[in-house]
């Protein structure tokens, strides 16, 4: 319990400790940690803002209303930090720490494009070309142009999720994939196959950019995750010495849960053994000196 505690502990107090290793272990506790509390108030957070939608009201702006926000930037710096950390751990360079920002950023751009494609659709009675990837910097550029327009469209968005559910994102995917937006989502939400009556380059073009944004979050996390997941190398390195080696073979000075004790049975002799062992030396030793020193010869 002291040895798993002292992975918070060091969490905390080498916030700014971007050398050194750390080992899967000390890595997964803190994270795995971390995000499931992130995830579960965003989730929260994001319930809130839905309803704010729903009554026709522009929600906070303020960043640190938000939970979420808060949490994720308290410990930004000591989670770069630990990562940097767990990479030296694994031999590798703490450039890689750029995966994670990768993914996060990505997802951003992704959220974004469904989001230009939502206002842009006949979920908000547009129906204007809901298919142009333009669409990734719609909302940012509506948002800041046109605020108005932007939390119109956001309130009309909201309440489409809040009637229609699920159907509402196939709707909208079958709308984004069609040539010329003829999905209705509003009147026909489960008719995905009418989205795709497009010309097959078009269609091709909007899955290519499609798959693009869907894969870059998901591939980098995916490898972010594996290079963080697999084991510490066993040898020191430019970052420190091996953890795991230490912590495995190291012996202890207090003689207690020491794994290595138990071999010292086969090594054990009794006083008899030990006294016999000491004359054979001594005679071995006279033997010696009367041969080689005074050339006595036995």
Same mark, same amino acid.
């Given at each position: 319990?002291?040895?798993?505690?002292?992975?918070? %502990?060091?969490?905390?107090?080498?916030?700014?400790?971007?050398?050194?290793?750390?080992?899967?272990? %000390?890595?997964?506790?803190?994270?795995?940690?971390?995000?499931?509390?992130?995830?579960?108030? =965003?989730?929260?957070?994001i319930a809130e803002v839905h309803r704010f939608l729903l009554a026709r009201e522009i929600p906070p702006?303020?960043? @640190?209303?938000?939970?979420?926000?808060?949490?994720?930037?308290?410990? =930004?710096?000591?989670?770069?930090?630990?990562?940097?950390?767990?990479?030296? *751990?694994?031999?590798?360079?703490?450039?890689?720490?750029?995966?994670?920002?990768?993914?996060?950023?990505?997802?951003?751009?992704?959220?974004?494009?469904?989001?230009?494609?939502?206002?842009?659709?006949?979920?908000?009675?547009?129906?204007?070309?809901?298919? *142009?990837?333009?669409?990734?910097?719609?909302?940012?550029?509506?948002?800041?142009?046109?605020?108005?327009?932007?939390?119109?469209?956001?309130?009309?968005?909201?309440?489409?999720?809040?009637?229609?559910?699920?159907?509402?994102?196939?709707?909208?995917?079958?709308?984004?994939?069609?040539?010329?937006?003829a999905v209705d989502i509003r009147r026909n939400a489960s008719n995905v196959s009418t989205g795709l009556?497009?010309?097959?380059?078009?269609?091709?073009?909007?899955?290519?950019?499609?798959?693009?944004?869907?894969?870059?979050?998901?591939?980098?996390?995916? @490898?972010?995750?594996?290079?963080?997941? @697999?084991?510490?190398?066993?040898?020191?390195?430019?970052?420190?010495?091996?953890?795991?080696?230490e912590l495995q073979w190291k012996k202890k000075t207090d003689g207690k849960h020491n794994p290595m004790?138990?071999?010292?049975?086969?090594? %054990?002799?009794? *006083?008899?053994?030990?006294?016999?062992?000491?004359?054979?030396?001594?005679?071995?030793?006279?033997? @010696?000196?009367?041969?080689?020193?005074?050339?006595?010869? %036995?």
């Amino acid at each position: 319990m002291r040895e798993f505690l002292s992975i918070f %502990e060091n969490f905390a107090f080498k916030a700014f400790n971007f050398g050194g290793r750390a080992t899967p272990g %000390e890595y997964w506790a803190v994270i795995a940690l971390i995000w499931a509390i992130i995830c579960y108030v =965003l989730m929260g957070d994001i319930a809130e803002v839905h309803r704010f939608l729903l009554a026709r009201e522009i929600p906070p702006m303020n960043p @640190l209303y938000y939970d979420s926000i808060v949490i994720f930037m308290l410990t =930004l710096i000591p989670r770069l930090s630990l990562n940097m950390r767990r990479l030296h *751990d694994r031999n590798r360079s703490g450039f890689w720490v750029i995966l994670p920002a990768i993914a996060i950023m990505s997802t951003i751009v992704l959220f974004s494009g469904l989001a230009g494609g939502m206002m842009n659709s006949s979920l908000t009675g547009v129906a204007n070309q809901p298919n *142009d990837p333009a669409n990734i910097i719609y909302p940012v550029v509506l948002f800041f142009g046109a605020p108005q327009t932007f939390w119109e469209e956001m309130f009309a968005i909201s309440l489409a999720f809040e009637a229609a559910g699920t159907d509402t994102v196939w709707g909208l995917l079958a709308e984004i994939m069609a040539h010329n937006g003829a999905v209705d989502i509003r009147r026909n939400a489960s008719n995905v196959s009418t989205g795709l009556e497009g010309e097959s380059g078009h269609t091709v073009g909007v899955l290519f950019i499609s798959f693009a944004l869907v894969a870059t979050p998901i591939v980098t996390g995916l @490898l972010h995750s594996l290079m963080n997941a @697999l084991p510490s190398v066993p040898f020191d390195n430019i970052y420190g010495p091996a953890k795991i080696a230490e912590l495995q073979w190291k012996k202890k000075t207090d003689g207690k849960h020491n794994p290595m004790a138990g071999y010292a049975c086969l090594f %054990e002799e009794t *006083d008899e053994e030990k006294a016999a062992k000491r004359e054979k030396g001594a005679a071995e030793v006279k033997a @010696l000196y009367r041969s080689r020193v005074l050339g006595l010869q %036995e």
